[in-house]
Each structure stands twice: as C-alpha cells, then as structure tokens.
C-alpha cells in the first residue's frame, strides 16, 4: 500500500494524498446517504451506510487512503454521557463531567459497546481496493476531555482550563480512563482490519507549553507506546493542532505527524523531519480557487520535495461549501506533480 509505505518512509510511485474529513458535506453523494440515516448518529451506528460513505472518497476522488466514517464522540457517549448534536452548534453532552464522582460515574470498557465501528471497519476492508490503505482514528484524551468537561466545543476553554489549574487531579483521572479506553478501542479497530491509526488533538492549542506536554501530548505518546508495542506494523499518526511554538519539545514511539495549517511546513521539516513523517498542510480554504489550489501544492512540494517523507493533506478538515470537481483537481495535481 503506497500510503502505508509512505508511513514508514519507503519509496513510493509520488506523494500518497488523503484529506481529513474528505467524506462528508461537500459531496451530494454523501449528503444523500445522510438524508436516507435522518440524522448524524444513526448514519455513524449504522455499519452498512458509514461504509459507504467512507468508501465514497476513494471512488470519486481516487485519494490514496479512506478514513473510517465515525466521530470522536462516541467514546464518551459510551461510556454513558448523553450525546445529542444541534444544529449550528454541534455536539452537546446534556451532563457535563464536573467532579471525580463524574468521572468515576462512567463506564470503563466502551470499546466493547463500539461493534458497530468494527463491523463498518469490516464491511470497507472487504471491498476496499487492495492497495488502498483503511485509516482507523480516535480523538486525542485532552480533545475527549475538552468536550466532555465543556459540554461541547469551546471559544475560552473556561470550564476544563479551570480544571488545569484549580483541581488538576480530577483532570488526570479523566485523562486517565479516556486514555486506556482509546487504547482499547484503537486495538479493537486494528483487529478489524485499518492499516493506520490518526489521533486527533484538535484543541492542544488550548494549553500553554508547560500544560500541553502535561495533559496533552505525555498521553498521546503512552497510547502510541501501547500500540506499537502490539503492532510495529501499524503506522501511527499524531496530530496534535496549533502547537507550532512546542515542536522542539515532540518526541515519542509514533511515525507521521500531521502538520496543521498555521504551522510553517519549514518549520516542522526542520525540526522534526529528520524523525518523523510529515502529513499536511495545505490551508483548507485554498480549494475555493484552482490557481490557489495550483499555489497551495507548489509551494509545499518545493519544500517537502516529491521524496519519502511526506504525505499530502489539509492542515485540517475539508469545508462543507467545498467544490467538488477542486477537490478532484488536488488529488490529480499532487499525484501528478509528485510522481516520480
């Protein structure tokens, strides 16, 4: 698989390309299975339609790799949190985790509750292409925990930042259970046939340095630990959002580190290039226009050059409004461009 290859720094035909958050939105396909499930939980529990939409990138995109159609969410709401999305405000948990009776409250094992992930794991390894990799993902324990102290997403960081600082001990213990059940839970995912697991921080860049090793990335690395341990063969992926200030400070037994959009691809290439993989980082909203598309890829293939090292992405998820047919032009232009 070109993509796995490229994980682990093999040489591949050009640069393997895959987008987050590429099933979705902006393509009507999508849209129309999302109107068959009637809502956006019973589309990710329903194995049969999450495989279809995670398949439909790859047919009409020809990406290089599908990421499992699920959400970060459904870790917590397993392991007992009330889980209803809004519209225009997204994921609301009804009962936020305020104390450590909260947390102590929930479920411990809510991968054996998470089936119907692995049977839509299933369903895409048996009829996915051969050589196109399956990605598996979770959120980060400090994402979890942001959303489930919050009670959804967040501007300040009020209610779990006040946690940091004033009752750090209750914060661990949540980062602690959200933790092994990841590691459970990306085991799970690995036996049901993902070729790579991404884990996801998108609010690491809510936390000063000292903070952010602390409750953020010290995690990331135990769970990567944990499954490299278990599978050398599975590349892992970290991708922790915002944090450009803290590279100098990454270091841990992972393979791929996705670089997000405000971090300067010179930047992570310098500092941490020489260890890692990098994936990314092309600003999302350049695919509004084809000449900023054409400007976007350029620029960093001149930096990454078309050799072992990088994978091509966004420095974060595809835009609902996304065109389509730019979305397409990406994906021949990077293979193009890259090929050697």
């Not at 589309?43 to 990421?67: H, N, S």
């Not at 001149?302 to 966004?314: C, K, Q």
Request: charged share 25%; net charge negative.
């Amino acid at each position: 698989m070109i993509f796995v290859d490229a994980c682990f720094r093999k040489p591949t035909p050009y640069t393997p390309i895959w987008m987050m958050r590429q099933a979705g939105r902006y393509l009507p396909e999508y849209m129309e299975v999302r109107r068959k499930a009637g809502d956006f939980l019973t589309l990710c529990k329903d194995p049969q339609m999450a495989a279809e939409v995670t398949l439909q990138p790859i047919e009409i995109l020809d990406v290089d790799a599908a990421i499992l159609f699920s959400d970060i969410l459904v870790i917590p709401m397993e392991m007992g949190m009330e889980l209803r999305f809004e519209k225009g405000e997204g994921p609301v948990f009804s009962k936020p985790v305020a104390t450590l009776a909260d947390v102590e409250a929930l479920y411990d094992y809510p991968e054996e509750r998470l089936g119907y992930v692995y049977e839509t794991i299933r369903i895409v390894r048996s009829t996915l292409p051969q050589e196109k990799a399956l990605i598996g993902f979770s959120g980060a324990p400090w994402t979890l925990a942001t959303y489930m102290v919050e009670g959804g997403g967040s501007k300040s960081y009020a209610a779990i930042k006040q946690m940091v600082y004033a009752d750090p001990g209750t914060l661990h213990a949540l980062l602690i259970k959200v933790s092994e059940a990841i590691k459970a839970y990306l085991l799970k995912q690995i036996e049901a046939g993902v070729n790579a697991i991404q884990i996801f921080d998108s609010w690491a860049s809510a936390l000063e340095r000292e903070k952010f090793f602390e409750f953020s990335w010290d995690y990331l690395v135990d769970i990567a630990a944990f499954l490299k341990e278990r599978h050398p063969e599975i590349p892992i992926i970290l991708f922790p959002k915002g944090i450009a200030g803290y590279l100098d400070g990454i270091e841990g037994p992972f393979d791929v580190f996705g670089v997000d959009w405000g971090t300067p691809m010179e930047l992570a290439k310098k500092r941490l290039g020489k260890r890692y993989v990098l994936q990314g980082n092309m600003d999302p909203a350049r695919l509004y226009d084809r000449e900023a598309t054409k400007e976007g890829v350029e620029r960093i293939i001149e930096v990454m050059g078309a050799r072992p090292g990088h994978i091509f992405n966004l420095g974060h998820g595809m835009l609902p409004d996304t065109p389509v047919e730019n979305a397409k032009y990406l994906v021949e232009l990077v293979h193009d461009l890259t090929r050697r």
